[in-house]
C-alpha cells in the first residue's frame, strides 16, 4: 500500500498550505494517520496525528496554527498549515499507525514526502 501525499510548496511567513495525504482505507492495522516532518539536519517528528474516530493531538510547536481532518469516505487526511514560519520548512510525510493509550506507534506506511518551504 503506497500513500499519496501532495499539497507542499513555497510560502512566504505568515501564509497558508494545505496537505493531503490518500490511501489509508486500505490498512487494516491501521486506527489512526500522522504527520510528520524532518528538517536538514533534524530527526524526523510527529507533528499532528489523528484518530479515525476523529481525535487529534499536535506537536506544541504547531498546536494553534495546524490543523489535522480526516474523510474515512474518501480515505484521505488533510493537514491544514496557517501562519507558517521559517522553522516549519521541512519535508513532511503522512504516515498510518496505530494509537494505543495516547501513544502513536508509526507503520511502515509512508507518503512520498512533499516539500514545505516558508520564507522569512
Known amino acids: 500500500v503506497q500513500l499519496q501525499a501532495c499539497g507542499g510548496g513555497l510560502v512566504q511567513a505568515g501564509g497558508s498550505l494545505r496537505l493531503s495525504c490518500a490511501g489509508f482505507?486500505?490498512?487494516?492495522?491501521?486506527?489512526?494517520m500522522g504527520w510528520y516532518r524532518q528538517a536538514p539536519g533534524k530527526q524526523r517528528e510527529l507533528v499532528a496525528r489523528?484518530?479515525?474516530?476523529?481525535?487529534?493531538n499536535y506537536a506544541d510547536t504547531v498546536k494553534g496554527r495546524f490543523t489535522i481532518s480526516r474523510d474515512n469516505a474518501k480515505n484521505t487526511v488533510t493537514l491544514q498549515m496557517d501562519s507558517l514560519k521559517p522553522e516549519d520548512t521541512a519535508v513532511y510525510y503522512c504516515n498510518a499507525g496505530r494509537i494505543r493509550s495516547g501513544t502513536y506507534y508509526p507503520l511502515h506506511y509512508w507518503g512520498q514526502g512533499t516539500q514545505v518551504t516558508v520564507s522569512s
Open positions: 489523528i484518530t479515525f474516530g476523529g481525535i487529534t
Open positions: 482505507g486500505s490498512i487494516l492495522l491501521a486506527n489512526g
